[in-house]
């Protein structure tokens, strides 16, 4: 979990919000803007996020568990097939290594 988040995100959106404000409040604005940005930040800190950098790394392992996965199924599904194949009764051999 991480709290940290681009600044420039966040000016950004406050900047926008306070840009919307209408002009007959515009000396307004500066106080606004920073108060919309502090009242962002405050809610996404509370947010359980993580970085794209955590999330990346997340999904690659991800990615390597599947493929691990899906070559155990293929292993599994050869040998049942090799089990389905042998008489029945016969010695299956040695276990495979």
Same mark, same amino acid.
């Given at each position: 979990?991480?709290?940290? *988040?681009?600044?420039?995100?966040?000016?950004d !959106?406050?900047k926008?919000?306070?840009?919307?404000?209408?002009?007959? !409040?515009?000396?307004?604005? /500066?106080? +606004?803007? @920073? /108060?919309?940005?502090? +009242?962002?930040?405050? #809610?996404l800190a509370k947010?359980?996020? +993580?970085?794209?950098?955590e *999330?990346? +790394?997340?999904a690659?392992?991800?990615a390597?568990?599947?493929?691990? !996965?899906? %070559?155990?199924?293929?292993?599994? =599904? %050869?040998?049942?097939? #090799? =089990? =389905?194949g @042998? @008489?029945? #009764?016969?010695?299956?051999?040695?276990? @495979?290594?």
């Open positions: 979990m991480s709290s940290s *988040f681009d600044p420039r995100f966040l000016e !959106l406050a926008r919000l306070s840009d919307a404000i209408p002009p007959q !409040l515009a000396a307004f604005r /500066n106080d +606004v803007e @920073a /108060n919309f940005k502090s +009242v962002l930040q405050a #809610g947010l359980d996020l +993580v970085t794209r950098q *999330f990346d +790394v997340q690659g392992v991800l390597r568990t599947r493929e691990k !996965l899906t %070559a155990l199924e293929q292993r599994l =599904a %050869a040998l049942e097939k #090799g =089990a =389905a @042998a @008489a029945p #009764g016969a010695d299956p051999g040695p276990p @495979a290594t």
